[in-house]
């Protein structure tokens, strides 16, 4: 972390690489992933637009990369943590995904048109961190140190809900950051918490039973 | 509805293009927008493109009024009815929805494709019905008439809400379309329907109270 990206210091080809990928998170979060060329990547980087063909391929794979990154970013983010009530943690979980979104919106947002307009790969990347952040719900929450336990139990109809509840989530906080209108950041979040065990609670009860429980 | 579209009756400009909408609507129920194309329906009414050429103009200008007819039929089909609590009166609207959607599959998927894909003029049209679906929560269970009353205050949480429920409600019936599992039609509908007063409930009390009411 103490070295720039302008830097001339020798690295690894992979450390390099990594070193890029975090330059180009970062200029995505004000960007969409159409303003974010190799060629703006190359004048942040201080260096040729050949050398970054050379790490990255050609301009998709370039996106790819960087779609990944941030991906990977926003799930190491927004690890709740392993002590706290199931709700606590769910909150502080649900805080750390709204300040992301806040903070990388352009991007964000690109990357939710791009996945959901048909761009099979980013949509595969989009997917694949939406199944990440869904399925931790039900098994980091079913750790068995974690203090309350479980809050959901884990049947096909509440992993409907859950999916449903995340859209619900995305949706919040895309529509808030475009018009906040006299809505709190802590209301927001509020509603965002507590209404996942709400959801759980309309879902008929035999819908509810995981196999093999009383 | 006594005349076929294949057939040559003497009908007004106005009444040929309606008739040629509601084919194209038909259409679109079990193809993709980029799959309707102009020869298609050309074929499919007996008359020449040339002619469809001049109704229409182009073939965006087709999609469009194609894809507002498909948004006028969701909305008219979803009306609930005016009787009944509002609960069995939003049960009765999804239900109407999620049939729409079953019954319309691969063209409403690809509208919702173009929607949030970056398509400024069908996002206009998706985000019009949205806005219809969603007000007439608020406006029709006001109506004084209505046994059981509003079930929902119109605030600016409570807006957000509805508008972060709408897009599970969207999740949840295509989810459960591409993969249903184990979770049947019933069971989808309650959560659809008994989630938007759950909701609801979890707002924060200060957020759910419409200016001048008690």
Redesign the interface.
């Known amino acids: 972390m103490s070295q720039t990206t302008t830097g001339r210091t020798r690295l690894s080809p992979e450390e390099r690489r990594e070193q890029l990928l975090d330059l180009g998170v970062r200029l995505l979060a004000t960007r969409s992933l159409d303003e974010l060329s190799i060629d703006l990547l190359a004048e942040e980087a201080g260096i040729s637009r050949g050398l970054l063909y050379h790490y990255f391929g050609n301009k998709h794979a370039f996106h790819e990369a960087v779609v990944r990154r941030a991906a990977d970013d926003l799930i190491a983010k927004t690890t709740p943590p392993v002590e706290g009530g199931p709700v606590e943690r769910l909150l502080i979980s649900l805080a750390a995904y709204l300040d992301y979104v806040v903070e990388n919106h352009e991007g964000y947002l690109s990357l ?3 996945a ?3 761009n099979e790969t980013l949509r595969e990347i989009y997917e694949d961190s939406r199944s990440a952040l869904n399925g931790r719900i039900f098994r980091e929450d079913a750790q068995p140190g974690a203090e309350g336990g479980q809050i959901i139990p884990d049947t ?2 509440t ?3 859950v ?10 906080v895309l ?2 950051i475009d018009e906040p ?3 709190t950041r802590e ?2 979040l ?2 965002m918490a ?2 996942l065990p ?2 759980v ?4 009860a035999a ?1 509810r039973q995981e196999p093999g429980s009383a």
Chains 1, 2 share one sequence.
Do not use: C
């Not at 999916?163 to 919040?172: D, N």
């Not at 609670?201 to 008929?204: C, K, S, Y």
């Open positions: 939710v048109k791009a959901a307009g048909g096909p109809t992993r409907l809900v999916r449903g509840w995340s859209a619900m989530v995305e949706e919040l529509s808030w209108g006299e809505v209301q927001l509020e509603v507590a209404s709400a959801l609670e309309v879902v008929p819908a």
